[in-house]
C-alpha cells in the first residue's frame, strides 16, 4: 500500500502543479498589454496543453486508487479499516483536483470566446469585457475560497471519524480484556477445585493405607495366636 500512496502522491503533486501552470498563464494573459489576437491563441494553446498532462495525471491517479481498493481487500481486518480511511481521503483530494480542472478549462474556455470577441468588437465593448472577465476571476477565487472552507470541514470530519474509529477499537479491547480476566477467573476456579479434589484423593489413599496396615496388623496378631494356642497345647 505504501507504495501505491507513494505514486498517488507524485501524480496528484503533478497534476496541482500543471493546474497551476494552466492558471498562471491564464492570468498572464488576462493582464497582458499584447494584442489579444495572437496573445489570446498563445495563452489559450498553452493553457490547453497543461490542462492535458494535468488530466493523464488524474487518470493515473484514478488507476492508482483502483489497484489500492484491489489490494485493501486482501488486508488483515484492522489494516484492512485504515486503508479505508486512507483511501476516503485521496478519493476525495481527486474529487477535488478534478472540480479544479473543471474549474480551470471553463476559465481557458471564456477567456478564448472573450478574446474572439475582442477582436470584433470596438475598444470600449473590450474593456466591459476585461472588467467582465475581472469580476468572473473575481468570482473564482471566491468560489476557491469556498472549497478550502469546505476541504477544512471535511478534514475536521475525517478527524472526528478517526477519533470515534479509535474509541470503538479502544471498547474492543477492553471487551477483550475483561472476557480474557474472566477465563483466566473460571480457570483459578477449575484449579482450585481440581487441587481439592487431588487433596481428598490423598486423604483417602491415607485412611486406606493406615486401615490396610491395621488389617495386616490384626492378620499378624490373629496367626500368632493360633501358632502359640497350638504350642501351648503340646
Known sequence: MEAYENDFRLVTNAASRSLASALSNL???NGGGVSSGVTGSVVASGSLSHLDHAEESLEEASAILASMDLQMHTLPEPKK???ERMLRVYRA????LRGEMRTTRLAVQ???KDDEREELLPANAVQSLQERSKLVDATQRLQRTTDRIHDSRRMAAETE???ANLLEDLGF???TISRTRDNLGTMDDV???GRGFIDSMARRNWINRIVLNGLGAVAILACLFVIVS???KK
Do not use: H, S
Open 27 to 29: 492570468e498572464v494573459g
Open 93 to 96: 483530494d481527486l474529487d477535488q
Open 230 to 232: 497350638k504350642f501351648w
Open 173 to 175: 479491547q477492553r471487551t
Open 191 to 193: 484449579l482450585t477445585q
Open 110 to 112: 471564456r477567456k478564448t
Open 81 to 83: 479499516r485504515e486503508a
Open 161 to 163: 471519524m478517526v477519533g
